[in-house]
């Protein structure tokens, strides 16, 4: 068994010191993870970006993905339990969206970031959203970004 190497000398005190006080708590990081884990599936990060542009009800998101409704409600489902979308009932209908432009800019920017930075041979991901402002930006309306 190798030993473990002996960490190099501390160069900034004061910054070590900064990270380790401004870093999340445990329960956050879990949290955090779980909705990443939720978001690794093409499927469910496709079915969230389609309701960051528009609220739909569950057979036209199932139609628009090229899904079963059993695989979309399913999907829905599990993004709903981590409160990635929410739903609004319609009479018999259910229609989903974004919960917040939080989770919108969030699978938004990852698409961006992928398209740009790692070069996979496509068009960068941009185009207009429709999303609402973030809590605590002051106009409190919709705008596109």
């Known amino acids: 068994m190798r030993s473990k190497s002996p960490l190099p000398e501390i160069v900034s005190a004061a910054r070590v010191a900064s990270t380790r006080k401004g870093l999340p708590a445990a329960e956050v990081l879990a949290d955090a993870v779980d ?3 939720v978001l690794a599936s093409p499927v469910r990060v ?3 970006h389609a ?3 528009n609220e739909m009800s ?3 998101l199932a139609r628009a993905m090229g899904l079963s409704l059993s695989v979309t409600s399913h999907q829905l489902a599990l993004l709903r339990r981590m409160k990635l979308v929410a739903a609004r009932e319609s009479g018999r209908l259910t229609f989903y969206r ?3 432009d939080f989770v919108a800019h969030l699978v938004h920017d990852c698409l961006a970031h992928v398209g740009e930075k790692l ?3 496509s ?3 941009h185009h ?3 999303l609402r402002t973030r809590r605590g930006s002051g106009s409190g309306g919709r705008r596109s970004i």
């Open 35 to 37: 909705v990443f884990r």
């Open 46 to 48: 496709r079915i969230v």
């Open 51 to 53: 309701l960051a542009h």
């Open 58 to 60: 569950v057979g036209d």
């Open 98 to 100: 974004a919960t917040d």
């Open 119 to 121: 070069a996979r041979g």
């Open 123 to 125: 068009k960068p991901h």
């Open 128 to 130: 207009r959203h429709r």
